[in-house]
């Protein structure tokens, strides 16, 4: 077994980032765009909080597949193929089941409930697998890994990219991978990594969820923890991808074309669109690894309940949510009052998870 470093900055990342869907599927509840998928509605939409939504949206999710990327390299220094495949079902694919089986029928019945549909929760459960799973939402009472697609790329990717990561690591490898990391060195250099990543949007396939495109992204982040000139580039060049990116969540948020503009320009916007969602995730990387890079009880603590965390806050923020909206009050107060109460029942549903074996199991508790 290979002595692995520990990067404490990218447990930071992971925890933070997990920890931050709370308030970013929150914000979705006062968003009315049909496309913004939540399983409850409020009938008001609240500008501030699609904005907070709109910055959120655009780094999260790549930013989550390239930390897998390296965790994929880091686990594979250290266990066999066959130890690796086990441990992903056992880390992934029961708690992905688990989700699908017990808490996705309940998010989708709430949804259908906050539509005024009348059906009774056994119809609605059967009709869940039964039903077409149309495309994949939930919206219409079929099948939907809902928040849990994440989970189920990154099972799949791990299994089916197996046999690159294994290539990646031989020996004959190493030649390749060190003349890469020498060019990728140089300032900026980065950015090439980002270009096939938005082109690879043009295979329609799943919209913003393209699987294609977010396996080359996990291979990115494998290809980054292999050499360290790849985290030391990033860290170097942070504030520049800083930059850059505040540049395009500028145009992002202000530069959409009109009904009338040629395929050319809106081309263009639409890879702008994609560098706004990689290029955040190099700074965002690179800021975590020059000032918060270190070990805690806290970083301890949150590394083991975010994964459990990820699992069930869906179901905690649209059952808070469809409770709230129903009062009275200011939105504003209304997303806080979510926000609050999902973490509250999202820490103590993993505290209580993890006090159990078989609970810690199927949801995933270190």
């Not at 765009?33 to 501030?48: E, F, H, L, R």
């Not at 459960?125 to 990154?154: E, K, M, N, Q, V």
């Amino acid at each position: 077994m290979s002595s692995v470093k520990r990067y404490y900055d990218i447990d930071w990342l992971r925890a933070i980032i997990v920890l931050s869907l709370i308030p970013f599927h929150a914000t979705i509840i006062f968003n009315q765009n049909p496309g913004a998928i939540m399983y409850v509605k409020d009938t008001m939409q609240v500008n501030s909080l699609m904005f907070l939504c709109g910055i959120m949206d655009r780094f999260h999710m790549v930013t989550l597949f390239l930390i897998a990327g390296m965790a994929i390299y880091f686990s594979l220094l250290k266990r066999s193929m066959k130890i690796f495949i086990k441990e992903r079902f056992i880390k992934l694919f029961v708690p992905l089941l688990t989700g699908s089986l017990l808490l996705n029928p309940i998010t989708t019945y709430i949804w259908c409930m906050n539509q005024g549909r009348k059906e009774s929760f056994f119809n609605h459960y059967i009709g869940f697998f039964t039903r077409g799973p149309g495309s994949f939402d939930g919206l219409s009472g079929g099948y939907t890994p809902a928040h849990l697609w994440f989970i189920l790329y990154l099972f799949v990717f791990s299994l089916l990219g197996l046999p690159i990561f294994k290539w990646l690591m031989k020996a004959k490898s190493e030649n390749v991978l060190d003349k890469l990391a020498a060019f990728c060195f140089k300032p900026g250099r980065l950015l090439l990594f980002a270009i096939p990543y938005c082109l690879l949007y043009l295979i329609e396939i799943l919209d913003e969820k393209n699987p294609i495109a977010y396996f080359y992204v996990v291979l990115i982040g494998f290809v980054f923890a292999t050499r360290e000139e790849y985290l030391k580039a990033i860290c170097r060049d942070k504030w520049f991808y800083l930059t850059l990116s505040i540049i395009l969540y500028i145009i992002f948020f202000n530069g959409e074309p009109s009904d009338g503009a040629s395929m050319i320009v809106m081309y263009l916007f639409g890879f702008v669109v994609k560098l706004a969602k990689i290029i955040p995730s190099f700074a965002i990387i690179g800021l975590f690894h020059e000032y918060i890079n270190k070990n805690s009880k806290a970083l301890v603590y949150l590394s083991g309940a975010c994964f459990t965390i990820y699992i069930v806050h869906m179901i905690i923020v649209t059952s808070v949510g469809f409770w709230i909206i129903q009062y009275g009050i200011n939105p504003i107060l209304k997303y806080f009052i979510i926000v609050i109460i999902s973490y509250i029942l999202s820490f103590g549903a993993y505290e209580i998870v993890k006090r159990n074996r078989l609970l810690g199991l199927l949801f995933g508790a270190k």
